[in-house]
């Protein structure tokens, strides 16, 4: 909010600098994000008049002016086209200084000498219009320097407010917490009652009266709709931000400005019966004063008469009743719109406004009739006309809640030992009524103050007010205790550096997701749904981290990144009906953590030593083994809903399922725009986090003895599963047993596969003779033969 400090001082003017002010307010909690002059730096410019305008003999464009300073007569060339006799205009003099560094001085134009320049508000940085020259207004002295006479040395505080102090959105506002803060006396702008010169009235009804509370309303008719705004009004607008538009919108505008009271003024001869408040109707539509027709519904608040909706309440009013220059007789409107009744219906359509703005966090209920009598005021004084009795309707205003402050609570909370006295003073001095309750205060918020609804609300006030640089800092002293890091678990920070040691990097995604990519990447058809979606598209909570790092890999593959390798941490959200709340689930639905990972392009960075091939189902799956070490996984086929069929495998860790690894199934590859397959993983991190302690073995210091086999068996004979086989009877000499080849070929009988096994035998207190180890290869042999009716290759 922009607050001229002239306009701000008018109600109250404490001893301080403007940059003493400018920290004083941002110490309190009303931050200040910047404060300067209304115009840039300059200097030499006085206010001249022009007395005779002559053309340029040597341009048609340039006029020949003889000016009066002040201080005498002199002739200056000037280009501007609405330069005339008579006019009051800013005289940059010889030697003059202007804001875009420009130093004036003595020159020839066409031919004819020119001895200081005229000026228009662009060359003196008041603002962008280039048109012509500036007027002053009348009464300035010649040779009265500009930035006296305009009071261009004049600060504007621009005001960061948080959402919750909408009583600060006036100059007001502003004011009483000024007043709080420094104990100097507040002058409240004038808002005597204006007698009513006529009966004139108009109906008004209330029907909806959860969404407006309160409806002021006043007829005033035969004014000047196109009398001039006065000079004082039209530069305090503008320099609290507001564009002059017309003397009677610039008065309800500035009734806003001042006291915080948004107004709208109707053509009363425009409106057709009874003005009714009410919630539109579906396929009604309203034509804004911002030229952009929109549809309302059943949830949107609107002002109506007889021809249907004719504004926005709380928001915009509506072109078929706008007051124009050729208005004679006005509505003029006041009313109290609940916050929840407003709240978020203007962007809706992609559009704010300064009402809207200020009743969706709550406006005073309690000063329509003295926004409606200080309006009229100034319509009075600027358009004339002869106003009809104020008319005030009330159907229903807010409840206000007594909220109580324990006095050792507050001192708990601040750190402090400040006193019962002080407290009271600082309620005091914020004109909050309270009563003192032996060792508490119970305060009744104000009709403008919105924000204080529980205890903690009361001590933020005592703060502010006591002065938070007041309040010393101590650092915390807490007895630390070092606890124990079990042994057989490890921490996600340690998952993410073994990761990230395999060329990962982490990615952080949002938990809520795209409803195709549940569909596509976890087969979920009926995902759990967010109530209220940032984002049209992120409208589900993810099921699984998939569709996250396939959007990543999509975003980095658009951006010419060939190789990328990301990981994620983070939750996921399931359906449970056997969830009870916890850590990791709430009642019906469990939120376990989980670690997924993508790898996309080049195996390795490109390099000499090795030819360039694409990252495999086997190299993922190496880093998932390294993931887990010490811990073993195994890896079994399955289909997975993400996955290429023949390439997917469910992870398998002590037993129980931990995840899935997987080539990215090729229609979803095409789906989403990647040209090379791309290989993920995802895991609980459970499973992650648990590390067995190693337990210490005497390693054998007899040489092992090693046997190759080569069997053959079905084709359809899973590896692993022969693998298992072997390690559940093995004979006790046999310490590893590897798969070191599979040749699958002409050569072999059609549906058979050969499989080689090297097997490293080894005992612990002797060297193995050549008959105990061909004893043992054999007894593997005949198991293999038993068990899958495998045979030896020839």
């Known amino acids: 909010m922009n607050v001229p400090e002239s306009w701000l001082r008018s ?31 300059f200097s030499g410019v006085t206010a001249a008049r022009v007395l005779e305008v002559a053309r340029h ?51 020839k134009v066409r031919g004819i000498e020119s001895r200081g320049m005229l000026c228009s508000a662009r060359e003196l940085g008041l603002s962008e219009d280039h048109s012509g020259l500036l007027e002053l207004p009348a009464g300035i002295a010649l040779g009265t320097d500009v930035r006296t006479a305009l009071a261009l040395d004049d600060q504007v505080l621009i005001i960061k407010l948080t959402p919750n102090r909408a009583d600060c959105l006036s100059i007001l506002g502003v004011a009483r917490e000024v007043a709080a803060l420094t104990r100097v006396k ?31 309303a006043r007829v005033i008719r035969n004014v000047n709709a196109a009398a001039p705004t006065p000079d004082w009004m039209r530069t305090r607008l503008e320099r609290a931000g507001q564009r002059s538009i017309s003397a009677l919108v610039d008065v309800t505008n500035y009734v806003m400005l001042e006291l915080g009271r948004p107004l709208h003024v109707y053509d009363l001869d425009k409106l057709r019966g009874t ?57 003029l409107e006041s009313a109290f719109f609940f916050p929840q009744a407003i709240a978020g219906r203007a962007r809706r359509w992609g559009f704010s406004s300064d009402a809207a703005h200020r009743f969706e966090r709550g406006v005073d209920y309690d000063n329509n009739v003295a926004g409606i009598e200080r309006a009229a005021q100034l319509i009075l004084e600027i358009c004339g006309g002869q106003p009809g009795p104020t008319e005030d309707h009330v159907a229903r205003l807010p409840e206000r809640t007594p909220v109580r402050m324990r006095v050792a609570r507050a001192q708990k909370v601040l750190g402090i030992p400040v006193g019962g006295e002080e407290m009271a003073d600082v309620f005091t001095r914020l004109r909050l009524p309270f009563e003192w309750q032996g060792e508490e205060f119970v305060v009744t918020p104000p009709s403008y103050r919105f924000d204080i609804e529980i205890e903690e609300d009361l001590i933020e006030e005592v703060a502010r007010v006591h002065g938070f640089e007041r309040i010393p800092a101590h650092p915390p002293h807490a007895a630390a205790k070092m606890s124990a890091l079990p042994e057989a678990r490890r921490s996600l920070h340690a998952v993410r550096e073994r990761l990230a040691g395999c ?31 940032i984002a049209s ?56 953590i989980r670690l997924g990972a993508a790898a996309y392009g080049p195996a390795k960075e490109e390099q000499w030593g090795e030819r360039a091939r694409g990252v495999d189902f086997f190299d993922v799956k190496a880093d998932v083994e390294v993931l887990l070490a010490p811990q073993v996984a195994r890896f079994e086929a399955a289909p997975h809903p993400a996955f290429h069929p023949g390439r997917s495998a469910r992870i398998v860790v002590a037993g129980a399922a931990a995840g899935w690894l997987g080539e990215l199934h090729p229609r979803w590859q095409r789906k989403y725009d990647l040209p090379q397959p791309a290989v993920l993983f995802e895991l609980e991190a459970e499973c992650l986090q648990a590390a067995p302690v190693p337990q210490p073995q005497v390693p054998s210091k007899f040489p092992p003895v090693v046997r190759d086999i080569a069997m053959l068996f079905d084709a359809a004979v899973p590896a692993r599963a022969v693998l298992d086989a072997i390690y559940a009877e093995k004979p006790p000499i046999v310490q590893d047993i590897t798969i070191f080849d599979l040749y699958q070929g002409k ?48």
Not at 208 to 214: F, K, P, Q, V, Y
Not at 504 to 515: R, T
Not at 546 to 571: C, D, M, P, T, W
Request: hydrophobic share 40%.
């Open 275 to 331: 003005v009714d408040v009410r919630y539109g109707r579906k396929g009604e539509k309203v034509l804004l004063l911002n030229e952009q027709e929109v549809e309302v519904d059943d949830s949107v608040l609107c002002i109506t008469d007889d021809s249907g909706v004719i504004g926005l309440a709380g928001i915009m009013g509506g072109e078929s009743t706008k007051a124009e220059a050729g208005t004679k007789n006005i509505f």
């Open 747 to 794: 050569s072999l009988p059609p549906g058979r596969k050969s499989l080689a096994f090297r097997v490293v035998m080894q005992h612990t207190e002797r060297t193995l003779t050549d008959a105990e180890a061909d004893s043992a290869r054999d007894s593997l042999v005949g198991l293999l033969a038993r068990k899958f009716s495998a045979t030896l290759r020839s």
């Open 186 to 216: 507040l002058r409240e702008p004038e808002a005597a009652a204006v007698p009513a010169a006529s009966k004139a009235r108009h109906p008004v009804r209330i029907t909806e009266a959860g969404g407006c509370g309160r409806f002021s």
């Open 57 to 107: 003999p040597n341009a048609d464009k340039l006029s020949l002016c003889e000016v009066d300073t002040g201080e005498g007569r002199l002739a200056v060339v000037c280009g501007a086209p609405n330069v005339r006799a008579g006019m009051l205009v800013p005289f940059a003099r010889v030697g003059a200084r202007l804001p875009a560094g420009l130093e004036i001085k003595v020159a």
């Open 537 to 592: 598209q992120l409208s589900v909570m993810r099921s699984a981290l998939i569709g996250s790092l396939v959007a990543n890999l999509q975003y980095n593959h658009a951006r010419k990144q060939g190789r990328v390798r990301v990981f994620e941490v983070g939750r996921v959200f399931l359906r449970d009906p056997l969830a009870e709340d916890g850590p990791l689930s709430v009642a019906g639905l469990r939120q376990p």
């Open 11 to 41: 109600l109250v003017d404490p001893p301080l600098t403007t940059s003493e002010l400018a920290h004083l307010l941002t110490m309190s909690g009303l931050e200040v994000e910047s404060s300067a002059a209304v115009a840039p730096p």
């Open 503 to 533: 060329d990962y990097q982490e990615v952080v995604n949002f938990s809520f997701v795209e409803p195709a990519w549940e569909a596509d990447f976890a087969g979920e058809a009926n995902p759990i749904r967010l109530l209220n979606p």
